[in-house]
């Protein structure tokens, strides 16, 4: 018969390996955070290089407007609100290039406020 | 000399003559004849820059050549980005209020004007308010309805539930038949939203717009003249009289088409619409900025 102590070790293991797996998988699941800075009247960066199949959140901060970053061809977009980080979870894509613009109008200049995602097989 | 008559030599004189059909109206309202109007769109006044070393005259240069027609119009429209954006509220004004006095040198004195994104999206359309009044509004012609449509003072390219609303009861009382004009300066449609030529709740426009058989929408935004049916609904984009754009989607950049010295004003213009009370086709006459 094991004794209280031997069990209280044992369930100590099993608790702190199960732990340890949560905290692997959770890891393998998290998505890469991307930092952008949006202020008038470009995105930084511009171009934003990702690996076909990566999961990515971009972390979008607005500096000065309430910029819209959108992404048509994902049927995606945020508004961006001004002093504030916004994010934007990207599904794992295809190799290619995918525009994304501001399409809230910010001033003279907002026709060239826009980027590219740069997915990369 | 017969309005038709007179289309026909302007055609041969410089216009670009097209028909643009509200296909299958067979039940002209009553009240209907024939008239036209002139379109004239994105003259972004106070725009400084390359590609239109002479934008501090090409605005006064259409606003002759409207006049110099031999017959004149009844009724002249603007669809939008009668100026160019500016951060400054006063330089606002002082633009529109410049914009106004040139073209108050036209002869024909019913002009209806709509706004831009240029004109409204930085301050919810308050300037344009103060200069020109209502930023959407019906009125009717020839026993034609038209209906102008503001997707600009929203910053989001948005029309709005309110003015969908006002929109959906303003159609509710039109007969199903009924021709119906719509002015407005995005696309309602997703024309390439890559570039933010869309409405973001346009799609909620055309489907309130869908059960009426005979819908014609003209507009602005796109520097060029473009022309898309969404169904049984014609969208028909007027030129700029600033710059030209690239074709929708055909390039990365959406940068205007550089000044050629050579061809001033290319890609510039102004229509002319004409409808005819028996038919539903509305007659589409291209005009370059200044007269051969």
């Known amino acids: 018969m094991r004794s209280p102590a031997r069990r209280r070790w044992l369930v100590g293991v099993v608790v702190t390996g199960a732990a340890a797996l949560v905290a692997r998988v959770a890891v ?30 971009l972390a979008v901060r607005s500096l000065d407007f309430m910029h819209g970053f959108s992404v048509p061809d994902l049927g995606l977009r945020a ?15 295809r190799a290619g290039t995918i525009d994304f613009l501001c399409d809230n109008f910010c001033g003279d200049g907002h026709e060239q406020m826009h980027g590219r995602l740069l997915v990369s097989p | ?44 006044w106070g725009y400084r820059g390359p590609d239109n070393p002479d934008a501090a005259l090409t605005l006064g240069k259409a606003v002759a050549a409207v006049n110099a027609l031999a017959e004149p119009p009844d009724f002249i429209v603007f669809t939008g980005d009668l100026t160019h954006t500016t ?11 410049e914009f106004k006095s040139i073209v108050a040198d036209l002869k024909v004195k019913t002009v209806r004007f709509l706004p831009g994104e240029h004109d409204a999206s930085l301050d919810g359309g308050a300037a344009f308010k103060e200069s020109f009044g209502d930023t959407h509004y019906v009125f009717d012609h020839g026993g034609v309805h038209f209906i102008a449509l503001d997707n600009v003072s929203d910053p989001g390219a948005r029309i709005g539930d309110a003015q969908l609303q006002w929109l959906q009861a303003d159609l509710a009382a039109r007969e199903r038949g009924a021709p119906i004009v719509v002015l407005t300066h995005r696309p309602l449609f997703d024309l390439a939203p890559k570039w933010d030529w869309a409405t973001r709740d346009g799609a909620r426009a055309v489907e309130l717009l ?82 051969a």
Request: one cysteine or more.
């Open chain 1, 79 to 93: 508004d961006l609100l001004p002093g504030q980080v916004t994010r934007i979870e990207l599904p794992p894509q």
């Open chain 2, 87 to 97: 951060d400054d509220p006063v330089e606002r004004r002082r633009r529109l209020a």
């Open chain 1, 28 to 57: 393998a699941q998290s998505p890469r955070v991307i930092e952008v800075v949006a202020r008038r009247f470009a995105f930084a960066p511009a171009e934003i290089p990702l690996k076909a199949g990566e999961r990515v959140v």
């Open chain 2, 210 to 291: 869908m059960p009426f058989q005979n819908v014609t929408v003209f507009y602005g935004h796109i520097h060029q003249e473009h022309h898309r049916m969404t169904g049984h609904i014609a969208h028909h984009s007027a030129k700029s009289l600033v710059f030209a754009l690239p074709a929708p989607g055909s390039q990365d950049k959406r940068t205007p088409l550089p000044w050629d010295a050579a061809l001033p004003y290319k890609g510039l213009g102004w229509r002319e619409i004409e409808a005819q009370a028996q038919g539903a086709a509305f007659k589409l006459t291209e005009f370059p900025v200044q007269r």
């Open chain 2, 1 to 44: 000399m017969e309005r038709r008559d007179f289309l026909a030599l302007a055609a041969v004189g410089g216009g670009a003559v097209s028909s643009a059909g509200l296909a299958g109206c067979a039940n002209p309202a009553a009240g209907r004849k024939d008239f036209y109007f002139v379109q004239l769109s994105d003259t972004h």
